[in-house]
Structures are given as C-alpha cells and as structure tokens.
C-alpha cells in the first residue's frame, strides 16, 4: 500500500545559535518526539547524533540519501551559517501526518512561525506518495517543493488543500478529530 512522503522547508531569519530563533531551535526535539509517537508515523530522516559536529550537508543520512535543500535556499552551509530548517518523514497516509501537523506541540510552534521564519515566496511543505518499500530522499524532497512552487499541486507533489490519491486523481482530505486554524477542509 502506498505511503506519503512528506518535507517541510522553512528560511529562519538569523542562523542557528541566534537568540532571535532559539526557542524554534529548542522546541525541536519534543516536536520530533512527538511526530514519532503519532498515528500514522512510520519514520524521518535522523542524522546520526555521533556527527553532530558535521553541518548537514556532511552527514550521513542512510537511505534518505545525502543531504540537500531546494534552489530557494541561498543561506550558509556551515554550522554557524545555516538558516533552514527542513525535514522528511514518511507516513501511512495523508491525514496522518494532517493530524500531527494541526494539533499539539507542531501546531503551536506554526502559531509562532512568524516569529522565526522569513515570509516564504516558495512552498513550504509537500507531500507525495511513495510505494511501501519505498524511503524518500532529500534530494525527491527538494524536486517535490521545487514542483509544487513551478506548478502547483499535481500527483507529483501536493498540499493538504489539494491533494491527490495514490492513483493520482485529486481528492478531499478526510478531517477527523481536533484541528487547528487554518486547517485545510
């Protein structure tokens, strides 16, 4: 059964380190954790913690492939120059990853994210769907957002406004249960 590769891209306004985004910085762990503990979650992109004093783009990431950004990134590269923040996960479906997005701890830091990030003129999330033995890379992350910016949704890459079916015919996505504002209907 096919699954939903999802990434999130976003331009903090000063660097990691910066006291100006250091409660994005810090909120971070308990947000994966509990991205990690939600229905529907299968797996993320984690980088290996015994190279935490490589920047990103040096670490070794396994089957999500080596690290990459998309062409709207212009930021550093280097640990005290990077200013995006980015993840891939993969989940059981679209309204799985929906659920986590709109509620809890990820969706009080989106109440916030004006504080930390610059006001994005690119996507700042897709998802897509990948077969089930399938791992997503940073690299189909980063064409995923670059097709959502030059052309919308389509089955190749999607929002939760408009998203496709497996079978890549557009669809509704089922809302159920708590949701934040600004949830997609």
Same mark, same amino acid.
């Given at each position: 059964? *096919?699954?939903?590769?999802f990434t999130?891209f976003?331009?903090l306004?000063? *660097?990691?380190?910066?006291?100006?985004?250091?409660?994005?910085?810090d909120?971070?762990?308990?947000?994966?954790?509990e991205?990690?503990?939600?229905?529907?979650?299968?797996?993320?992109?984690?980088?290996?913690?015994?190279?935490?004093?490589?920047?990103?783009?040096e670490?070794?990431?396994?089957d999500?492939?080596?690290?990459?950004?998309?062409?709207?990134y212009t930021?550093?590269?280097?640990?005290?120059?990077d200013?995006r923040?980015?993840?891939?996960?993969?989940?059981?479906?679209?309204?799985?990853?929906?659920?986590?997005?709109?509620?809890?701890?990820?969706?009080?830091?989106?109440r916030k994210?004006?504080?930390?990030?610059?006001?994005?003129?690119w *996507?700042?999330?897709?998802a897509?769907?990948?077969?089930?033995?399938?791992? *997503?890379t940073w690299?189909?992350?980063?064409?995923?957002?670059?097709?959502?910016?030059?052309?919308?949704?389509?089955?190749?890459?999607f929002?939760?406004?408009?998203p496709?079916?497996?079978e890549?015919?557009?669809?509704?996505l089922?809302?159920?249960?708590?949701?934040?504002?600004?949830?997609?209907?």
């Amino acid at each position: 059964m *096919p699954r939903v590769a999802f990434t999130t891209f976003g331009i903090l306004k000063k *660097p990691y380190g910066n006291i100006e985004v250091q409660e994005f910085d810090d909120l971070t762990p308990a947000t994966f954790e509990e991205a990690e503990r939600s229905p529907g979650f299968i797996a993320r992109a984690k980088e290996d913690e015994s190279e935490s004093h490589l920047t990103n783009f040096e670490r070794d990431w396994g089957d999500w492939g080596k690290f990459d950004v998309p062409r709207f990134y212009t930021g550093g590269r280097t640990n005290e120059t990077d200013s995006r923040a980015s993840t891939l996960s993969l989940w059981r479906d679209l309204e799985s990853v929906s659920a986590f997005a709109y509620n809890g701890l990820h969706h009080s830091s989106l109440r916030k994210r004006h504080e930390w990030f610059l006001r994005p003129e690119w *996507p700042t999330y897709a998802a897509w769907w990948v077969s089930d033995d399938a791992i *997503p890379t940073w690299s189909e992350a980063c064409r995923a957002l670059e097709h959502l910016h030059d052309h919308g949704s389509t089955p190749t890459a999607f929002t939760f406004r408009s998203p496709f079916s497996p079978e890549g015919t557009a669809t509704r996505l089922r809302v159920t249960g708590a949701a934040g504002e600004g949830h997609p209907r």
